[in-house]
């Protein structure tokens, strides 16, 4: 068993230790050292990101839609990380611009993100705010923005596409529309709560009190009742605000004309054919009531017997 044993202990014996080979211990340095550096450098990604998060909750819960400067933009709209969309709408709304449309639609643009801001849904995914020019003209000119009002969606990753840039021109900027949009880009569900209006009430119930108070006045004679020109008259009337966009007009709320924040133009007719200014609504009032007006006075001159420079001037 000595013997036998022996060899054996001669062959441990014989054999030496492996050790690494001496360049390797340098390249496993650098490993943990990049472990160490990836995994720091997550962490302070994910503590900047919930600094951002939470300073914007804190933004929102004071106002429903804050304003943003060029620092603000490009640190928590350009820079990442970020985890949430944002909604931007570039507007000029100082009195110097003299932007109506402007006006009207950041009154949209607040009755939406008050609808977010006050709703059962509300979470840290979707912001609303909004870039004045005059406040931050490099972000217009960074982004070449012509034009406002302009909205924007910023999505959590990536660039803005084209889908993300609101189509002003040809939907409008009622708050409704926006909501639907928003819907389409981020998933997210508004639905649009307005403050209560009782002008449509009160002037109801003032004609209503007109009408009562003139034909009680005039009981005793209510012949003009049946005079068949003045229903003409009223019937006429009620067709050219119609055919002229009154109704469009009660509805969506566009401004009167608009005023070109950059060259001081104003434009009373809109460019797009899907929308319309109140003067353009009333040009084309006019325009009917003369093409009407015309029409009436040829069927008079044809069938009157009266004299015939008359007849020939109508």
């Known amino acids: 068993m000595g013997a036998r044993g022996a060899p054996s202990r001669r062959r441990q014996a014989g054999r030496r230790p492996r050790y690494l080979p001496t360049g390797s211990f340098p390249f496993l340095l650098l490993l943990l050292l990049l472990c160490i550096q990836l995994g720091g450098g997550q962490k302070k990604k994910e503590n900047l990101l919930a600094e951002k998060v939470e300073q914007l909750m804190e933004w929102s819960s004071r106002r429903s839609v804050f304003r943003m400067n060029g620092d603000k ?11 949430y969309s944002m909604i ?9 611009r003299q932007c109506s ?13 008050n609808s977010w801001r006050y709703s059962s849904a509300f979470c840290n995914k979707l912001f609303f705010s909004k870039v004045d020019y005059d406040e931050g003209t490099d972000i217009f000119q960074q982004l070449n923005i012509n034009s406002a009002p302009t909205f924007m969606h910023f999505p959590p ?3 803005p596409k084209r889908a993300d840039t609101f189509d002003l021109q040809r939907i409008g900027f009622g708050a409704e529309q926006l909501a639907k949009w928003i ?28 009408v009562g108070g ?9 012949e003009f009742i049946y005079n068949k020109t003045g229903w003409a008259m009223v019937s006429l009337c ?3 605000a119609m055919t002229s966009g009154q109704m469009w007009n009660h509805i969506r709320g566009p401004p009167y004309a608009h005023k070109n924040p950059h ?22 009032l006019v325009l009917n009531a003369a093409i009407t007006m015309g029409m009436v006075l040829l069927n008079e001159a044809a069938t009157s017997k009266g004299d015939v420079g008359k007849r020939r001037t109508f």
């Open 157 to 159: 990753k990536g660039r």
């Open 238 to 240: 009620i067709v050219f």
């Open 263 to 284: 060259n001081g133009q104003v434009s009373y007719i809109h460019g797009s054919s899907q929308v319309q200014f109140v003067a353009e609504s009333h040009i084309i």
């Open 73 to 83: 933009f490009r640190k928590f709209i350009k820079a990442p990380p970020r985890n």
């Open 214 to 222: 003139l034909l009680y006045l005039r009981r005793n004679n209510l």
């Open 88 to 96: 931007v709408m570039f507007t000029a709304l100082q009195p110097q």
């Open 101 to 113: 449309v402007c006006r009207l639609a950041n009154e949209e643009y607040q009755i939406l993100a």
């Open 183 to 210: 819907a389409d880009r981020t998933d997210v569900h508004i639905r649009v709560f307005r403050p209560p209006n009782y002008s449509g009430t009160i002037a109801l119930a003032l004609l209503v009190s007109l």
